[in-house]
């Protein structure tokens, strides 16, 4: 049997979403067309099969190198025994259920809320926060569903912002996206909408120009994706997000802090600079979840923190993203502390380089 690659770019239906939805990997000799499999991959696919579904599109499974089980793209999607291994992981380590007034509606914040459209991806990520919720039929959005959660953003005036998330909300057809996104618009206390996607990084030939159409029709959107590793930075990729800029929508990007796969400053600065290149703003940087099955991911915060003090000054500002901890009470930003005190009418801090400086900053009289 061939090996599939990035060479198969030149099949006719390679750059039709539709058929990498279709084709999309699902056990392990589907994932054989693309990487020579390690046992424990193997035994992982197999012993995880119950636990959490393994899916990978043939675009993204042509990014992974097909002899290293260590490459950051492949362990992203592929299965590790690693999983079973996690006494402290929880599965819904945000209370999520607990914010929910009504189904896959998670409220955290009084004026804003994530609102799960579907519980579809492009493909699995191993350190998904939703993986309880992936494929499940109890948490699938039907239309009378999306219709009673819409019917409660209409009586809580106090809602200004809507995030649609998921799953994707881009794995659905452009005529299901525009009616959510009509009837969103048609609520006259809901200013800003904002969709959650990582199909950019993972499946981005959905992002069509007829699409992107659409899109323009329903201002002010933002997006905001998710790029953990700078091989992800493929010029697919960017062709997505230039069509999405055109568009007039501003994007974001939301990484998760991965050991082994971008938890070092000279990694973090590529992915960071070369988003800013795709004219994608760095966002968010989150530490990884004590979520079930993760603990192989996870890095210490102290080591989080010091990685990103290393960047400060030694790239663009706005390449800088914001390292926050999650919690079922908001995000918290997670940083080196640049405040030393006070010195009667000066103020001390430390710079980039690790020199105080002293700041003339005399109290109010």
């Keep these: 049997m061939k090996r599939a690659d990035r060479s198969d770019a030149n099949r006719p239906h390679w750059r039709d979403w539709t058929w990498q939805m279709q084709q999309r990997i699902r056990d392990a000799?589907?994932?054989?067309?693309?990487?020579?499999?390690?046992?424990?991959?193997?035994?992982?696919i197999e012993l995880l099969s119950q636990r959490f579904r393994f899916v990978i599109t043939p675009y993204y499974a042509a990014l992974m190198d097909p002899d290293d089980p260590s490459c950051p793209v492949r362990r992203q999607v592929v299965p590790a025994t690693a999983e079973l291994q996690d006494a402290a992981g929880l599965a819904d380590?945000?209370?999520?259920v607990q914010h929910s007034p009504v189904k896959n509606v998670i409220r955290v914040y009084p004026d804003r809320i994530a609102f799960c459209v579907n519980n579809e991806c492009a493909l699995t990520c191993r350190?998904?926060?939703?993986k309880r919720m992936l494929g499940e039929p109890e948490w699938s959005m039907k239309r009378r569903e999306l219709e009673t959660a819409l019917d409660w953003i209409r009586r809580t005036p106090a809602i200004r912002d809507v995030l649609l998330t998921g799953g994707d909300p881009l794995v659905y057809s452009d005529a299901k996206l525009e009616w959510l996104l009509a009837?969103?618009?048609?609520?006259?206390?809901?200013?800003?909408?904002?969709?959650?996607?990582?199909?950019?990084?993972?499946?981005?030939?959905?992002?069509?120009?007829?699409?992107?159409?659409m899109l323009e029709r329903?201002?002010?959107?933002?997006?905001?994706?998710?790029?953990?590793?700078?091989?992800?930075?493929?010029?697919?990729?960017?062709e997505a997000c230039d069509k999405l800029t055109r568009a007039g929508i501003p994007l974001g990007n939301q990484s998760v802090l991965l050991r082994g796969i971008n938890d070092s400053p000279e990694v973090m600065k590529q992915l960071c600079e070369g988003l800013?290149?795709?004219?994608?703003?760095?966002?968010?940087?989150?530490?990884?979840?004590?979520?079930?099955?993760?603990?192989?991911?996870?890095?210490?915060?102290?080591?989080?923190?010091?990685?990103?003090?290393?960047?400060?000054g030694r790239t663009s500002g706005f390449a800088i993203p914001q390292y926050v901890l999650d919690t079922p009470h908001g995000k918290v930003p997670l940083s080196h502390a640049t405040w030393r005190g006070r010195e009667g009418d000066d103020v001390v801090v430390e710079t980039w380089d690790g020199h105080?400086?002293?700041?003339p900053n005399p109290l109010e009289p």
């Design 29 to 44: 000799d589907g994932l054989a067309r693309f990487v020579t499999p390690g046992a424990d991959e193997k035994d992982a």
């Design 276 to 312: 800013v290149r795709l004219r994608v703003r760095p966002y968010y940087c989150y530490q990884a979840q004590r979520l079930e099955g993760t603990a192989h991911f996870r890095v210490p915060m102290e080591r989080g923190i010091e990685l990103f003090r290393q960047l400060r």
């Design 356 to 359: 105080l400086w002293r700041e």
């Design 93 to 96: 380590p945000l209370d999520e």
């Design 127 to 130: 350190f998904c926060l939703r």
């Design 183 to 213: 009837e969103l618009r048609a609520i006259p206390h809901v200013e800003l909408i904002r969709l959650g996607s990582r199909l950019p990084v993972t499946l981005p030939f959905r992002v069509t120009d007829a699409l992107c159409a």
């Design 218 to 238: 329903h201002h002010p959107l933002w997006l905001n994706t998710h790029f953990n590793h700078p091989k992800e930075l493929t010029p697919e990729a960017a």
